[in-house]
């Protein structure tokens, strides 16, 4: 197994079934030139997203780490009428971009982006009883992820999915020593599912365009 046959794998499929709109393209290339890393989602993942959004029937959805707003362009692509995506930004340069690039769809009226700290904003939405997201996708710095765990859960109703990007990453999870923020961050967010009642869970481990990686799916009862 290599990393072009996986890549010829996404591509095949790609050009067959999921025939992305050619603004997720544009998306792309405006994240390229503006100098973004290219981290986002593949589109292979954007379509499942897309479809565990009408699958689930989500209205609400909330998502942690915009970058340049190509997940949030899938999510939001999922949407029925009246569903609205909330989407947590640090940095105020990606959010303006993002902005930009979900302009180009039709859904922008359901996407509204925040800029600032996302535990910050997480915090302030718990406190104002703000109503709880059907969905939460949970992509920020990764040692973070037990605190957005914790409020995810709190922003949850019974029947929420979370799904954080990124667990697998290298496979790293496997060594002996688990040293970077990253991967301790990584590490105790899965012990938390693990001791939360509360919380079913699974681990996706994903090959193709992006690597190795792999998704964590939460669902909140
Ligand atoms: C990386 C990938 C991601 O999807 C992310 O959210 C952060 C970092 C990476 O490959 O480094
Ligand atoms: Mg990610």
Same mark, same amino acid.
């Given at each position: 197994m290599s990393k072009d046959l996986w890549n010829a794998i996404d591509e095949k499929y790609l050009d067959l079934i999921v025939k992305p709109d050619p603004r997720f393209e544009q998306i792309q290339q405006n994240c390229v030139e503006a100098g973004l890393p290219t981290i986002s989602i593949s589109n292979i993942h954007g379509r499942l997203f897309e479809l565990l959004v009408k699958v689930m029937g989500a209205k609400y959805i909330l998502e942690i780490g915009t970058l340049g707003g190509f997940s949030?362009?899938?999510?939001?692509t999922g949407l029925p009428f009246g569903g609205k995506l909330i989407s947590l930004e640090l940095d105020p340069e990606r959010a303006t971009l993002a902005r930009q690039n979900l302009n180009l769809f039709e859904f922008k009226a359901k996407v509204e982006i925040w800029v600032g700290d996302a535990i910050h904003n997480m915090t302030e939405m718990a406190k104002i009883d703000q109503p709880p997201f059907d969905l939460i996708f949970i992509d920020g710095k990764k040692s973070q992820y037990p605190d957005y765990l914790e409020l995810a859960v709190k922003l949850s109703?019974? #029947?929420?999915?979370?799904?954080?990007?990124? &667990?697998? +990453?290298? #496979?790293? &999870?496997?060594?002996?020593?688990?040293?970077?923020?990253?991967?301790?961050?990584?590490? +105790?967010?899965h012990e938390m599912v693990a001791a939360d009642p509360k919380l079913e869970a699974t681990v996706f481990q994903t090959v193709g365009e992006k690597g190795h990686d792999g998704f964590s799916f939460i669902l909140v009862s």
């Open positions: 949030t362009a899938w999510f939001a109703h019974t #029947g929420t999915l979370i799904i954080a990007d990124n &667990v697998v +990453k290298h #496979g790293w &999870v496997m060594n002996d020593e688990i040293t970077t923020e990253s991967q301790i961050g990584i590490t +105790k967010f």
